[in-house]
């Protein structure tokens, strides 16, 4: 039995990937201050022995402390110490709060580390974001992680902060590995999708709140060309722990984690709506965004050869469990 230290545990990744790890049979501590989540998405774990959940913010010492002094207790009854990184301000609304995405994004998750290297941690996982991929329109086989980066600038795009911060991480994950303090990796995730999202903005909940609740649904003018491909919360979760199990991958370096399975938005309207019983649905394109990619493809190769990792939930199934969770 492994202890799995979470932060963020709230969240889309966390709450997922902490129900999958106690399922398993592994001890998890972790903490959230529901900044962009809920207690609801835990509600299942929180009578649950091997689940312990504490309502800290990263960003408070004080809080931290005591945090890493009740793992320090309690970690040398488990045969792995591991943390997971997941907090984030990562919602749509809050791209442009610089400060708080600076404060969580980039030092809590430098205090977060350096609470597992004085933990003696024996794995870090830090989770990043294809967004420092930015603006370019990636075409056929998808952007690699050895490619280089072209991040929109301050002008164009509200989530340059956001993507600017998650890749500044990837630097202290890489550096602190290569020093041989601990062993670890970054996630770059691509649309993750989840059925218990808190917030309706993301473009799938966004999509199936506005047709359950309107019968149409308005999405901004670049919905018109636009294609993505998402991916699940539970693959998003397999893929960490496959990270995590490999030995080989934890070499500090980036894994891109997606999907090939692309769709365009119009397309994505058309499957929601057909899942909900609405033939043709509507769409009113109001607004625009500027700087918003066309395309971004994910080349995965490097995870899949590293872990044989692959995503198991179609879009498709997604968007049914999805459904369901809202008749529910």
Known sequence: MNLYVISGVTGMTGNELARQLVKQGHKVMGFDNFYASSIDTIKDLQDNELFCFYEYDINNKEQMILFGQNVAKIKDQYEQLVY????????????????????????????????????????????????????????????????????????????TSYAAGKLLTEFFMKDVVDEGKIKGCSIRFANVYSKNELYPKHIIPHILNQLKKNGYVELLENSR????????????????????????????????????????????????????????????????????????????????????????????????MCVEEMRN
Not at 84 to 112: Q, R
Not at 271 to 284: A, K, M, T
Not at 286 to 302: A, V, W
């Open 84 to 159: 997971v990184n997941c907090a984030a301000v990562v919602h749509t609304e809050h791209f442009y709060h610089i400060n708080d995405t600076f404060m969580t994004n980039v030092l809590g998750m430098k205090s977060f580390l350096d609470q597992a290297i004085e933990n003696q941690a024996d794995i870090y996982i830090n989770c990043s974001t294809s967004e420092v991929y930015s603006m370019n329109s990636w075409c056929e086989g998808g952007v690699k992680e050895s490619d280089f980066l072209t991040m929109a600038n301050a002008e164009h795009s509200q989530r």
């Open 225 to 320: 060309v636009n294609k993505r491909t998402f991916l699940h919360n539970e693959d998003s979760c397999s893929a960490v722990i496959a990270l995590i199990h490999s030995e080989q991958a934890l070499d500090g370096t980036v894994y891109n984690v997606a999907t090939d399975e692309e769709i365009s938005i119009v397309d994505l309207v058309a499957l929601c709506g057909r899942e909900l019983g609405i033939s043709n649905p509507q769409i009113v394109y109001k607004g625009y965004r500027e700087s918003d990619p066309e395309r971004r493809i994910l080349n995965t190769d490097k995870i899949r050869q590293k872990t044989g990792w692959m995503p198991d939930i179609t879009l498709e199934m997604g968007i049914k």
